[in-house]
C-alpha cells in the first residue's frame, strides 16, 4: 500500500490541508459568486441559495479527491484557495454593486 | 504524493476513514436510534405513553399554553451581558409556534422573545421552550428529558456540544470526509459489483473483516451517500453561511422584498390588536388543501407578533404522506382572519431540496421505511466497525506501529461497545432516578458520558495485549456489560411502570413493546458475540504460542 | 392488510431478484453446489430475471404508496436484500437452490 510512515509531518499537515482548507475555501467562492450569478440572471434569491447548496458539497468532495492527485501542494493552494477567494470577491461585488 | 490515483485515494481512505470513523460511528448510531426517537421518549417518560394527537384548538389549549411559555434562565442570562443597561420585566414576544407529527402524543412549543438595546444586534432574540399534553395543556416538567428526541438526536447533528456552532461543524467536517471516503472507497475497490455479494465468513480475519467491510460499504452505498449528502444540505446555512456575511446586503434586500411580495410583514408595527378566532383559520386551510387535492392535519402552527396589528397566522400541512416536510403554508392576517397568502407550488429546484431533506428528516408515516432506515443505519456503524478492526488486525504483529495499533484499539472498543454501554446506562438511569430529582435530565446525560469515559479507560486498561497479537479483552468484557444492563433496563421498565413485554404486546402499545424487544435482542447479540469472542481469544493465543 | 401483503411481497420480490443476481455469478453458483454447468447463457438469463423481479418490487411499492416515499422503500428494500442474500450465501447457500430455476 503506502509508505505512510516515511512521510514527512509537515508535508502531510500541508497535503491535507491543500484539500481540506483549499477545498472549502473554493466552494465557498463557488457558493458566493453562483448564487449572484443566479439572481443576476433572473432566480429569486432563495431560490438561487437553494440551487447553490445543492450543489456545493458535491463539488466539495470532488475538488478535495483531486487535490490528492495533484503532484505537488502548491498547484492545489493556487487552484483551490486562490479560485476560492476570487470567486468569492467577483461575488462579493456582484452583489454589493448591481444586485441592490 | 503516489505514483496513481489508486494509491493516494487508498491513503485518504484509509487514514481520513480512521480519524473521523469515530466521529462517524457516533452519528451513523445515534441517527439510527434518532429514526424512532419519539418512541424512544415514551419508553422513558412514562406519563406520556398515550396515543398521537392532533393539533389542539388555538383558543382552547395553546393560547393560553403560549402565554404561560416563559424565557430560558440561561439565555436570559447571557442576553443580560450583552445588552446596554437592563432588560424589561416582560419581554416583548417577537413570534410563537407549536410544531406535531403523527408519532407525537405530546405537543412542541416554543417562543421567541426580542432583546432589545443589543448595540450589535437590533434582532437580537431568545428562546422559551415547553412540551405540553395537548389534551389538557397541562405542562410536562421541563427536568423530564426526552432522550431520544432530545439527547440521542442531538447527538447526532450536533454531538450534543452547545458552545457556538462547534457541534455542527465538526459533524459537518465528519460528512464532508464522509462523502470523500465513499468516493475514494470506490475508486480503490476494484471488484465492485463481483464481490458485491461476498462474504468469506471462513477465511482468516483480515480477509472475512474486509469482506464484511466492502459489502456493508457498497451494498448500502445509496443510503450512504445520500444520507451524508443530505445532512449536509440540511445545514448548509450553517456550514457555508455566505447570505449572513459575504451577501448579506443583497440576502437582506431580498427577504424584505419577498415579505412585500407576499403581503407578510416583517417588523411589528407597535400597535396592539387583538388576534383573530385562529381555529377558524385552521378550519379555511384544512379546506383550501382539500380543494387543492392533498388534504391533510396541521404539522405547524405559527404566529408572527402576536398581538400586534401586524400579525400574521401561519399554517403548514404535516407531511406525512409523501417524503416533502410540512409544506404548502397559508398565511392569515391575525386581526382580520383574512387569508394573506398561499405557499405557490414548488419549483424543481425546491422539489429536489424537499426531497432531500425530507428523505433524511423523515416526517413521512412509514413503519416498514423507518425499520429500513435502521437496518441501513446499523449497516453504516458495521461498514466503519470492521474498518477499524481491519485496520488493528493488519497492523497488529507490525512491532513498528504497537502503540498506534494499541490506541486505535482501545478507541474503536470505546466507539462501539463502549457506546452501547454509555446508551444502556442512560436508559437504565433514566429508570432508577427519581421521578421528581431535580434536574433528572442532566443527572441523566451524566450518566451517560461517564460509562463512556468509564469504558474508555477500561479499554485503554486491557489493550496492551494487542501489541501481542491477541485479541484484547475488552471487547468482550464489554459485550457482557451491555448484555447486563439492556436486560436489566428491560426489567426495570417492567418494575417502574408496570408495562411489561407481555402487556405491551397484549394491547398493542408499540412504541415501548418493540424498545424492550430490541433490547432483549441486543441482549441476546451481546452473549452470541461474547462467547464467540471468547473462542477467538483463545484461537489468537494458541496461534501466538505457536507461531 | 393489503398493504402490508404488498409491502411484504416487495420484500421477497427484492430478495429473490438479488439472489438471481447473485447466481448470475459463477462464484456464488458453485456456493449452491447444484450438479449442473455454469454457462454465459444461464448467467444472462438470471441477469435478467434479477432485474425483472427487482422492477417489480418497485411496481409494488407504487401501489401502496406516493410516488416519492415507494421510490425510497424501493432503493432500502434493495438494500436491505442484497446484504440478507451476501449473509445466506455465507451462511446457508444451499437454502437458494430454489431459486436455481433455469439449469
Not at chain 2, 204 to 213: A, S
Request: charged content about 15%.
Amino acid at each position: 500500500m503506502s509508505r505512510s510512515s516515511g512521510l514527512a509531518p509537515l508535508y502531510l499537515i500541508d497535503r491535507i490541508a491543500s484539500s481540506m482548507v483549499g477545498g472549502y475555501l473554493f466552494v465557498w467562492g463557488f457558493t458566493t459568486l453562483g448564487i449572484t450569478l443566479g439572481v443576476w440572471l433572473g432566480m429569486p434569491y432563495l431560490e438561487a441559495q437553494t440551487l447553490l447548496y445543492l450543489l456545493a458539497f458535491l463539488v466539495y468532495a470532488s475538488v478535495f479527491c483531486w487535490g490528492f492527485t495533484v503532484q505537488r501542494t502548491a498547484v492545489v493552494w493556487t487552484v483551490l484557495a486562490g479560485g476560492g477567494v476570487a470567486m468569492t470577491l467577483l461575488g462579493w461585488c456582484l452583489g454589493r454593486f448591481y444586485l441592490t | 504524493m503516489f505514483s496513481t490515483l489508486r494509491q493516494s485515494m487508498a491513503w485518504v481512505h484509509t487514514w481520513f476513514g480512521l480519524v473521523l470513523g469515530f466521529l462517524l460511528i457516533v452519528i451513523f448510531f445515534f441517527g439510527s436510534l434518532s429514526v424512532f426517537d419519539r418512541e424512544i421518549d415514551r419508553w422513558v417518560l412514562p406519563e406520556t405513553r398515550f396515543e398521537p394527537q392532533i393539533m389542539p384548538s388555538y383558543e382552547g389549549i395553546l393560547e393560553q399554553a403560549f402565554n404561560h411559555v416563559a424565557p430560558e434562565t440561561d439565555e436570559l442570562a447571557a442576553a443580560k451581558m450583552r445588552v446596554e443597561g437592563e432588560l424589561p420585566e416582560q419581554l416583548q414576544i417577537m413570534n410563537w409556534g407549536a410544531y406535531t407529527t403523527h408519532r407525537d402524543p405530546t405537543l412542541y412549543l416554543y417562543a421567541e422573545y426580542a432583546v432589545p438595546n443589543n448595540p450589535n444586534d437590533p434582532f437580537d432574540h431568545i428562546h422559551g421552550y415547553a412540551t405540553i399534553d395537548p389534551r389538557t395543556g397541562a405542562f410536562l416538567p421541563k427536568d423530564h428529558l426526552k432522550i431520544g428526541s432530545e439527547f440521542f438526536y442531538p447527538m447526532h447533528y450536533r454531538l450534543y456540544l452547545h458552545w457556538e456552532n462547534l457541534g455542527y461543524i465538526i459533524v459537518g467536517v465528519a460528512a464532508l470526509i464522509m462523502l470523500v471516503a465513499l468516493v475514494s472507497g470506490v475508486i480503490i475497490h476494484r471488484k465492485l459489483f463481483r464481490e458485491f455479494f461476498t462474504f468469506r465468513r471462513h477465511k482468516h480475519t483480515q480477509r472475512r473483516v474486509l469482506d464484511l467491510h466492502n459489502m456493508t460499504g457498497v451494498v448500502a452505498l445509496p443510503f450512504h451517500f445520500f444520507f451524508a449528502f443530505s445532512g449536509l444540505v440540511i445545514f448548509a446555512y450553517i456550514y457555508l453561511p455566505v447570505s449572513a456575511t459575504v451577501l448579506q446586503t443583497p440576502a437582506f434586500a431580498a427577504a424584505q422584498e419577498e415579505a412585500k411580495d407576499k403581503g407578510l410583514a416583517f417588523a411589528p408595527a407597535g400597535q396592539s390588536a387583538a388576534i383573530a378566532s385562529v381555529d377558524t383559520m385552521v378550519v379555511a386551510a384544512k379546506r383550501l388543501w382539500s380543494e387543492r387535492g392533498m388534504p391533510g392535519d396541521v404539522g405547524y402552527l405559527f404566529v408572527n407578533h402576536p398581538g400586534d396589528i401586524n400579525s400574521y397566522v401561519s399554517i403548514y400541512r404535516a407531511g406525512r404522506d409523501a417524503v416533502s416536510l410540512v409544506g404548502q403554508g397559508i398565511h392569515f392576517n391575525s386581526v382580520t382572519g383574512e387569508l394573506i397568502y398561499q405557499d405557490p407550488d414548488p419549483t424543481a429546484i425546491s422539489i429536489i431540496n424537499e426531497f432531500l431533506t425530507g428523505l433524511h428528516l423523515q416526517h413521512f408515516e412509514h413503519w416498514l421505511l423507518r425499520w429500513l432506515y435502521v437496518i441501513g443505519g446499523l449497516m453504516g456503524c458495521i461498514c466503519i466497525a470492521t474498518g477499524f478492526i481491519f485496520f488493528v488486525e493488519k497492523r497488529k504483529r507490525d512491532s513498528q506501529q504497537v502503540t498506534t495499533v494499541r490506541w486505535v484499539d482501545a478507541f474503536a472498543v470505546t466507539s462501539i461497545t463502549g457506546m452501547l454501554l454509555a446508551t444502556m446506562a442512560i436508559l437504565v438511569a433514566n429508570r432508577l432516578l427519581p421521578v421528581d430529582l431535580e434536574h433528572k435530565g442532566s443527572w441523566e446525560i451524566r450518566a451517560f458520558f461517564m460509562v463512556w469515559l468509564l469504558s474508555l479507560g477500561h479499554a485503554f486498561w486491557r489493550s496492551n495485549i494487542v501489541a501481542q497479537g491477541l485479541i484484547s479483552p475488552a471487547w468482550r468484557e464489554q459485550c457482557w456489560g451491555v448484555a447486563l444492563l439492556s436486560v436489566l433496563a428491560v426489567l426495570l421498565n417492567w418494575t417502574t411502570t408496570g408495562d411489561h413485554l407481555l402487556k405491551t404486546l397484549f394491547n398493542g402499545y408499540w412504541p415501548v413493546a418493540s424498545m424492550d424487544l430490541v433490547l432483549l435482542t441486543l441482549s441476546g447479540l451481546s452473549i452470541k458475540v461474547a462467547l464467540s469472542l471468547r473462542q477467538r481469544e483463545g484461537d489468537a493465543l494458541l496461534l501466538m504460542e505457536q507461531g | 392488510m393489503n398493504e402490508f401483503i404488498l409491502l411484504s411481497l416487495t420484500l421477497v420480490s427484492c430478495y429473490t431478484g438479488m439472489s438471481w443476481l447473485a447466481l448470475a455469478m459463477k462464484s456464488h453458483w458453485l456456493q449452491l453446489r447444484v450438479k449442473r454447468d455454469f454457462t454465459s447463457i444461464k448467467a444472462t438469463v438470471y441477469r435478467i430475471l434479477g432485474a425483472a423481479s427487482l422492477c417489480g418490487a418497485l411496481v409494488l411499492c407504487l401501489q401502496v404508496d406516493h410516488p416519492s416515499i415507494a421510490f425510497l422503500v424501493w432503493i432500502m428494500s434493495m438494500v436491505v436484500a442484497a446484504k440478507a442474500v451476501g449473509l445466506t450465501l455465507s451462511y446457508r447457500a444451499t437454502w437458494l437452490r430454489p431459486l436455481a430455476i433455469i439449469n
